[in-house]
C-alpha cells in the first residue's frame, strides 16, 4: 500500500491507495505540518486496522511536504513535486486525459493535462482562503459552516452591481441577470447572509473565469474542479452558470479534494 499524505496550507489530507485503485482517506486542519500529518496519517492506519508493515512507502507534497524530515516512522518517504501530484491526481479522478485542472485549495492553481504531460498554467490568490479571510472581517465568524449557511440565505442583489442595474438591454453576450461588478453595490440593508453570498460569488466567480480563459486558451472545454472548494454546493452553482455562458464544462469528481494527496500516492 502507498500513503500520499498532502500537507496543504490549510488543511491535510491523507490517502492510501490499495493495488492503484482502493481509496481510503482522511483530512485534518492543519496545526503545524508534523502534527498533522503524521495525525492523519496515523488515524488512518488506526480507524482501518492497517499495520505499518502494509506500507511500501510513504509520497508528501503539499506546501508543508519540506517541514518534514527524512524518512516518516522508518518507511521510504519521498517528496512528490505538488503540480505533479494535482495533476496525476485530477486526471485519475476524471477519468480523462485531456483536461484543466482548476484547483481551488487557500488559493487556486490552474493546470493543464495532456496525456502524460502536466502544465502549471498559473492561478489566482483568490481561493478558499479568500472566502474564509474576508468573512472574518465582514461577518465575524472564520467557521466554514456558518458562512455557508449564511450565504445560502443570502441574496447577491443586494451586494453586487449586476449588468441590468447599469444598462436598458443585454451588452454584448452579457445578460442582464449577470454581474457587473462584484460589491459594485453594497446597499445600506445588505445583511451577512447578503454579504456572505458575496463573498462566494466573487470568489468563485473570478475563480471561474480565469479557468475559462485558460481552457479557451489551450482549446479545451472540460474543467475538472478539485481541492475543498470543488465540493462547495454554492459555488458549484457559481461555475455551472459561468458553464452556461462560455460553454465550458466544470466537472467536479467525487473525493476531489483528495486529488493532490491520490496524485502524490500514485506518482
Ligand atoms: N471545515 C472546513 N474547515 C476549513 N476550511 C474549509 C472547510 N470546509 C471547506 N473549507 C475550505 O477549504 C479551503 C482549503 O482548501 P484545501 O484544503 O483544498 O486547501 P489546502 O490544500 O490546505 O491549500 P493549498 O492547496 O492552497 O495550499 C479553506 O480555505 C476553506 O475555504
Ligand atoms: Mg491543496
Known amino acids: 500500500m502507498v500513503i500520499g499524505i498532502d500537507i496543504g496550507s490549510t488543511t491535510t489530507k491523507v490517502a492510501a491507495m490499495n493495488g492503484g485503485t482502493d481509496i481510503i482517506k482522511m483530512k485534518t486542519r492543519a496545526v503545524d505540518a508534523i502534527t498533522s500529518a503524521t495525525g492523519a496519517f496515523g488515524k488512518l492506519l488506526v480507524e482501518n486496522h492497517l499495520n505499518l508493515s502494509s506500507i511500501e512507502r510513504i509520497n508528501i507534497t503539499g506546501v508543508g511536504a519540506p517541514k518534514i524530515p527524512g524518512n516518516l516512522f522508518g518507511i521510504t518517504t519521498n517528496r512528490i513535486d505538488e503540480m505533479t501530484a494535482i495533476g496525476t491526481g485530477g486526471r485519475y479522478l476524471a477519468k480523462k486525459d485531456r483536461i484543466i485542472i482548476s484547483n481551488i485549495g487557500t488559493g487556486t492553481a490552474i493546470l493543464e493535462v495532456d496525456n502524460g504531460r502536466i ?38 442583489r443586494n451586494v453586487d452591481l449586476h449588468i441590468g442595474d447599469i444598462a436598458e438591454s443585454n451588452i454584448g453576450f452579457l445578460n442582464k441577470e449577470y454581474t457587473a461588478s462584484n460589491f459594485g453595490k453594497v446597499v445600506e440593508t445588505a445583511t451577512k447572509e447578503d454579504l456572505a453570498a458575496g463573498i462566494l460569488n466573487l470568489t468563485f466567480q473570478v475563480i471561474g473565469m480565469v479557468s475559462v480563459f485558460a481552457a479557451k486558451s489551450k482549446n479545451n472545454d472540460t474543467v475538472v474542479v478539485t ?23 466544470f466537472e467536479f469528481p467525487a473525493d476531489a479534494e483528495y486529488a493532490t494527496a491520490i496524485g502524490a500516492a500514485k506518482s
Open 119 to 156: 502544465t502549471h498554467l498559473g492561478g489566482t490568490g483568490v481561493g478558499g482562503g479568500t472566502i474564509i479571510g474576508l468573512a472574518r472581517e465582514m461577518l465575524n465568524t472564520s467557521d466554514f459552516d456558518t458562512i455557508m449557511s449564511y450565504a445560502a440565505m443570502g441574496n447577491v
Open 227 to 249: 481541492g475543498n472548494g470543488s465540493n462547495n454546493v454554492i459555488g458549484q452553482k457559481i461555475l455551472a452558470s459561468i458553464s452556461k455562458m462560455y460553454n465550458i464544462h
